[in-house]
T-cell receptor, first 118, second 117 residues
Framework: AQKITQTQPGMFVQEKEAVTLDCTYDTSDPSYGLFWYKQPSSGEMIFLIYQGSYDQQNATEGRYSLNFQKARKSANLVISASQLGDSAMYFCAMRELISSGSARQLTFGSGTQLTVLP | GAVVSQHPSRVICKSGTSVKIECRSLDFQATTMFWYRQFPKQSLMLMATSNEGSKATYEQGVEKDKFLINHASLTLSTLTVTSAHPEDSSFYIC?????????????FGPGTRLTVL
């Protein structure tokens, strides 16, 4: 079964508008972390934001915020005031923490290609 | 500045040759490094976990004899693609996890684009 699901292969947004990139996840572990990465055409993976499963508040980092709905197992990324430089591939990822305290590997979703239109 | 470096950034080789990719942790010592492969328009798939001073742990379906991993020091891991074939053409990314802090932040190298002719 897919651990991380990103249902939007491609998204378009007008410059200066907000956009939401969807991510749902599947885990039975109570402790886990959710990550969003940006991958521009150069290929580098840029860390954007993190949400822990026990965090009470939604994470925010500048123009990025994570809409964490634990019961629905969703962790959507919201980008406000889109800029042309935001055009890139965006990956949602999850890492589960097993009971011994060790961390499993990062599992990535299939990604969403975001294009910001001028 | 960069936390993880990779060399080379791009390599083109003939079928049958071997290619070595280096991954360096620049900011901290890393007992564990990760190697990912990414095909065009696809997600990152974990190939193996590189452990300093011991054998690498390979994911299911990854041939350990084809993708040789050596983690000789706390700052360097190498991936050697042996007898490369066109189907090995891909984007290879290494990653280092910082085993401290709130969420064990994971840093990625800039990647190596391998093209096998």
């Amino acid at each position: 079964a897919q651990k991380i699901t990103q249902t939007q292969p491609g998204m378009f947004v007008q410059e200066k508008e907000a956009v939401t990139l969807d991510c749902t996840y599947d885990t039975s572990d109570p402790s886990y972390g959710l990550f969003w990465y940006k991958q521009p055409s150069s290929g580098e993976m840029i860390f954007l934001i993190y949400q822990g499963s026990y965090d009470q508040q939604n994470a925010t980092e500048g123009r990025y915020s994570l809409n964490f709905q634990k019961a629905r197992k969703s962790a959507n990324l919201v980008i406000s005031a889109s800029q042309l430089g935001d055009s890139a591939m965006y990956f949602c990822a999850m890492r589960e923490l097993i009971s011994s305290g060790s961390a499993r590997q990062l599992t990535f979703g299939s990604g969403t290609q975001l294009t910001v239109l001028p | 500045g960069a936390v993880v470096s990779q060399h080379p950034s791009r390599v083109i080789c003939k079928s049958g040759t071997s290619v070595k990719i280096e991954c360096r942790s620049l900011d901290f010592q890393a007992t564990t490094m990760f190697w990912y492969r990414q095909f065009p328009k696809q997600s990152l798939m974990l190939m193996a976990t590189s452990n300093e001073g011991s054998k690498a742990t390979y994911e299911q379906g990854v041939e350990k004899d084809k993708f040789l991993i050596n983690h000789a020091s706390l700052t360097l891991s190498t991936l050697t693609v042996t007898s490369a074939h066109p189907e090995d053409s891909s984007f290879y990314i290494c990653s280092v996890r910082k085993a401290s802090g709130y969420y064990n932040e994971q840093f990625f190298g800039p990647g190596t684009r391998l093209t096998v002719l």
